[in-house]
């Protein structure tokens, strides 16, 4: 059974930053993708962060690209977004989706950590 914890969200003022940090774990689990999707109050799900074992592949999304700085260890199944100069608009819940080597197409989520930003 996959499990996946996140840590780190909190209430802070405009400008201020805070750390997430993502878990996984499973039998015999293989990390390949790793990505935080946030939800805001009324919208979709975006996808705000994400990175690939497999391909390298390290991106962010353009409304945060410069202020989200993510990282992962493979040996522990964990990730890491350093998020600064915080803004109102990052108000979201943010989830932790993973995907394995064993399952690609199979997503697991996080429940997710709140992030409220005030200005």
């Known amino acids: 059974q996959v499990r996946i914890w996140e840590f780190g969200g909190g209430s802070v003022q405009a400008g201020e930053s805070l750390n997430l940090s993502c878990v996984a774990s499973g039998s015999r689990l293989n990390v390949n993708t790793m990505a935080w999707h946030r939800q805001a109050p009324g919208q979709s799900r975006e996808l705000v962060a994400f990175?690939?074992?497999?391909?390298?592949?390290?991106n962010v999304a353009e409304s945060v690209k410069g202020r989200f700085i993510i990282s992962r260890e493979d040996f522990s199944n964990a990730m890491y977004m350093q998020m600064i100069n915080l803004k109102p608009d990052d108000t979201a819940v943010y989830y932790c989706?993973?995907?394995?080597?064993?399952?690609?197409?199979?997503?697991?989520w996080g429940l997710g950590t709140q992030v409220t930003v005030s200005s």
């Open positions: 989706n993973i995907r394995s080597f064993q399952f690609p197409d199979k997503d697991y």
């Open positions: 990175t690939s074992q497999s391909t390298g592949t390290v």
